[in-house]
């Protein structure tokens, strides 16, 4: 969280399955880090549902280390 409200946010990560692998609420900030265990399209969602008065700002970076094709594709 870089601003808004009281800095805290709610998020979920899911798999190309739609299998929740990480998820947690109200956080202020933190490093989350997984391996995935399959290709395909993982989701990144952020919601702000406990706090509709208040806008929020967020700034988040993806780090994929020793990628080979075809496994990562570019939109």
């Given at each position: 969280?870089?601003?808004g409200?009281s ?5 979920t ?17 933190g490093d989350?880090v997984?391996?995935a265990?399959?290709s395909g ?7 702000n549902?406990?706090s509709t008065?208040?806008?929020k700002v967020v700034d988040?970076e ?10 990562f594709?570019?939109?």
């Amino acid at each position: 969280m870089q601003a808004g409200g009281s800095f805290d946010i709610d998020y979920t990560v899911k798999d190309p399955q739609h299998k929740i692998i990480l998820d947690g609420e109200k956080e202020r900030q933190g490093d989350f880090v997984f391996t995935a265990q399959q290709s395909g399209e993982y989701s990144f969602c952020f919601s702000n549902d406990m706090s509709t008065f208040a806008e929020k700002v967020v700034d988040f970076e993806i780090t994929v280390p020793n990628i080979t094709p075809p496994f990562f594709k570019t939109t």
